[in-house]
C-alpha cells in the first residue's frame, strides 16, 4: 500500500480516536486538561504498548510528532464546534471510527512482522493497536471497556489480522495482505453498526 496514502489513514485514524476521548470527557465534564489526557491514550495508547512491547523505540510520536499536533488540534476543534446545535447524524462518527480502526489494525500486524516473525504475535499486535486506547480510555473513565462487552469490535479486529497473516502466508504480497485485512475488519465492523450485531454475554445466575 501506498506510504503516503498509509499515513494519511494512520493520521485520520488518529484524529478520529482522538474525538471520541473529547466526547467522552465532555460527558464527564473533564477539564481541558483531562479532555487532551483521555483523547490523546485514546488516539495513541494502543500504539505506544504495541511499540514498548516490541521494543520499537523510540515510540512513534516521539519520532513524529505530527501525532501530537494532530491530537491538539482536533481537541480544540471538537471542543469548539461540539457546542454548537446542528449535530452530525449517529452513524457518522461510528463509521469513521472504523476505518480508523481498519487502518490501525493492519499497521499494528505490518509493524510486528517487521519485528519478529510470528503470525499470532503480529493479530495480537494488531488487535492492540486498534483497541489499546480505547481500553485505556473506559478504564480512565471508570467504565467497562467496550471491547470486553458485547460489542463486536475486537471481534472484527480478530478476524481482520487473520485475514491479513492469511493472505501472507499464501503469498501475496504485502500490499494485497493489508488491504485485505483492512477491508475485512471494515466490512465486519461496519455490518455490526448497520445490524446492531453483538456477541452473547457470559453470565453466572444466582
Known amino acids: 500500500m501506498d506510504s503516503s496514502l498509509l499515513y494519511f489513514f494512520d493520521m485520520f485514524g488518529t484524529a478520529i480516536f ?20 483521555l483523547a490523546s491514550v485514546t488516539a495513541i495508547g494502543g500504539g505506544s504498548i504495541r511499540d514498548m512491547a516490541l521494543g520499537a523505540t523510540p515510540i512513534f510520536w516521539i519520532t513524529d510528532p505530527a501525532y501530537i499536533w494532530v491530537i491538539l488540534v482536533t481537541c480544540v476543534l471538537t471542543m469548539a464546534l461540539v457546542r ?22 493492519g499497521i499494528g500486524v ?24 480505547g481500553i485505556i480510555r473506559d478504564i480512565l473513565a471508570r467504565e467497562v471497556p467496550m471491547v470486553l462487552r ?8 480478530i478476524l481482520g489480522g487473520i485475514f491479513h497473516v492469511s493472505a501472507l502466508s499464501l503469498g501475496y504480497e504485502t500490499n494485497v495482505a493489508f488491504l485485505s485485512g483492512a477491508i ?14 453483538s456477541l452473547p454475554t457470559f453470565a453466572i445466575n444466582r
Open 84 to 105: 454548537r446545535p446542528k449535530r452530525l447524524p449517529w452513524y457518522v462518527l461510528p463509521v469513521c471510527d472504523a476505518i480508523g480502526l481498519a487502518a490501525f489494525v
Open 150 to 157: 458485547s460489542e463486536v469490535y475486537a471481534t472484527a479486529c
Open 18 to 37: 482522538a474525538i471520541s476521548g473529547v466526547l467522552l470527557a465532555g460527558r464527564l465534564k473533564m477539564d481541558p486538561f483531562g479532555v487532551m489526557v
Open 184 to 197: 475485512s475488519t471494515l466490512i465486519i465492523r461496519l455490518g455490526a453498526i448497520r445490524w446492531h450485531l
Open 110 to 133: 505490518e509493524k510486528a512482522l517487521h519485528f519478529q516473525d510470528s503470525y499470532l504475535i503480529a493479530i495480537i499486535m494488531g488487535v492492540l493497536t486498534g483497541c489499546g486506547g
